[in-house]
C-alpha cells in the first residue's frame, strides 16, 4: 500500500467524516480536484501553504483506491490529484499536525 497525503483543518475534516465523504476544501473547490502530497513533498507543503496554522490534521490515504491523476506543480514535481470525491473508507490513518518551537508542523513517521 502506497500512501499519499491531505493536510486539512480539523473542522473541515470532522465534518468529512460525519459526511461520510471529503468534497475537499476551500483551494480544491477552486482547483477542481483534491490537492495531494507524497511523504516526501508534505512537509514542504504543509510550510508553504498551511505556515502558522494550529488546527491541522494530517490524513492517509491508500493511493491504490482513489484514482488519482498525477500531475506537474511545484518544479514540475508529479502531486497526486483525485477529481473526485475522496471516500472516507479510503483513510488508513488521521494525525494531528502540532506546531514544533521552531514554527514548524511536526510530522510523524509517514513510512509505509
Known amino acids: 500500500m502506497a500512501s ?6 480539523e473542522a473541515e475534516w470532522r465534518a468529512a467524516e460525519a459526511a461520510g465523504v471529503f ?3 476551500g483551494i480544491d473547490h477552486q482547483d477542481g480536484y483534491i ?31 482513489v ?9 514540475g514535481a508529479l502531486f497526486p490529484h483525485l477529481y473526485a470525491s475522496l471516500p472516507i473508507s479510503a483513510v488508513t490513518r488521521v494525525v494531528s499536525l502540532p506546531l514544533c518551537a521552531s514554527g514548524a508542523h511536526q510530522f510523524p513517521d509517514m513510512a509505509d
Do not use: C, M, N
Not at 502530497?37 to 505556515?51: D, L, M, V, Y
Open 67 to 75: 484514482d488519482l491523476k498525477w500531475e506537474p506543480s511545484r518544479g
Open 35 to 65: 490537492h495531494f502530497s507524497t511523504a516526501e513533498q508534505a512537509q514542504e507543503t504543509a510550510a508553504k501553504h498551511f505556515a502558522g496554522q494550529t488546527d491541522l490534521l494530517l490524513v492517509a490515504v491508500d493511493a491504490d483506491l
Open 4 to 9: 499519499i497525503y491531505k493536510i486539512v483543518s
Open 23 to 25: 468534497e475537499g476544501s
